[in-house]
Structures are given as C-alpha cells and as structure tokens.
C-alpha cells in the first residue's frame, strides 16, 4: 500500500498530527490578523478559533498523503474593512505561511533541546523514536508549507501579496487567468522535468532555512 502513498505507511500518523497542527495554525493566523484589523468576516464564519474541525479541507487533507500537496479550508477576507487595505492584506496574507515557519523552528528548538539535555536517554526506544519522527516532520513538513504558500500562484498566500504589491491595471490583467493557474500547479507538480526546475528549486531553500534556524539554536544552546 505505501507505493500509493508519499510517505511511508508508518509515518501516516505522524504526518496527520503535523498537518493538523500547521493547517490549523496557518488557518487561525490568517483569521486573527483579518479579524484585529477590522474584518469581521473570519469571525462571523468561525475561523478565529484553533478548532482543526473548522480549517480543515477533508479533499487537502488526503491529497497530502497520496500527491504530497494540498490544502485546508481558505478563510474569507474582506479587504475593504481595512483601514490600510493594501498593507494591511500583505500582512494577512503574510502571517500565514509564517506560521508554519515559526511551529518549525520550536520543532526545531525542541530538538536541540532533548539532544542538550538528554531527554532521550533511558526513555523507551519506541517512544523515544516516535518523538524523533514527529519532531523530524513537524520541521521539514512546516518549512515545506511555508515555502509552498509563498509562490506567486493563485489562491496560494504568495500570489495574495503579490497582488498587493503590483499596479491596479496589472493586478487585473492577472485576474484574467486565475482560472488556469491549478493547471499550471498541476503540470508543475506532476511533471519531473517542470518540478525539478521550480517547486524543486523552491524546496531546497529547506536546507539554508534549517542552517539558519540551527545557528540560532546553537548560539543558545551551545554546539
């Protein structure tokens, strides 16, 4: 059955727990910033809440384990509540995928923290290996997903901030071909020689995000 599967069949549990803590995060984030700069659309829908029930996407969700990518439920902003519409949506959108980067770096921050002090030493092996799988993919999965958001593509949070970013008449222009952008992600996804020249491009920033995040951690705790 893991041929069927992006992740071996013994990490589904695992995987399924970091999902359901970054989607919900990502989620929340982006429902608490609309929500304090004046929105009240997330709020009315329910979104201001850390219920995963209500962020996720069962459809995302499963797309995850069988292709590798996915989504949870979007939360509905309205731009024009904004007090500083343009900056403001930048920081909406932005709060997001940032998320995902700060649970990574305390899923880091722990791992530097049981090989500081021990934890792991005289703990059950099964335990002991289950803590190591969950944190291993709670940062790889989290700076995965941070990345992921941030490309330009629609409805991902980097095309949200891009918008924001250019001028009205280019902004429209664009809006003429949202419709085929999920084909455009298709192609690149499921296409080896598309995806190794851009998602696989972008997810090797994975490395020097870990390298700086362990600098700081070893400024911390130590070597």
Do not use: C
């Amino acid at each position: 059955m893991d041929r069927f599967l992006v992740f071996p069949w013994e990490y589904i549990p695992f995987v399924f727990l970091v999902l359901l803590i970054a989607f919900t995060l990502h989620e929340f984030a982006h429902a608490f910033a609309a929500d304090r700069f004046g929105d009240p659309t997330p709020r009315s829908m329910g979104r201001v809440t850390l219920n995963p029930r209500v962020h996720l996407d069962v459809l995302g969700t499963i797309l995850i384990f069988l292709v590798g990518f996915g989504w949870a439920k979007p939360v509905l902003v309205n731009r024009g509540n904004f007090k500083h519409p343009r900056r403001m949506s930048i920081i909406v959108s932005l709060v997001g995928p940032l998320s995902n980067l700060l649970v990574a770096f305390v899923g880091l921050t722990f791992v530097y923290m049981f090989a500081h002090f021990g934890w792991l030493e005289g703990m059950n092996p099964g335990v002991a290996s289950a803590v190591q799988t969950f944190l291993s993919l709670l940062v790889y999965l989290n700076i995965i997903l941070f990345l992921f958001n941030l490309l330009p593509l629609p409805p991902l949070d980097g095309y949200r901030i891009l918008q924001e970013l250019l001028p009205t008449g280019i902004r429209i222009k664009l809006q003429q071909y949202e419709q085929w952008s999920i084909f455009l992600l298709l192609l690149i996804v499921f296409i080896p020689p598309l995806y190794a020249v851009t998602l696989g491009q972008v997810f090797a920033l994975r490395e020097p995000i870990m390298a700086a995040m362990g600098a700081v951690l070893q400024l911390i705790f130590g070597p």
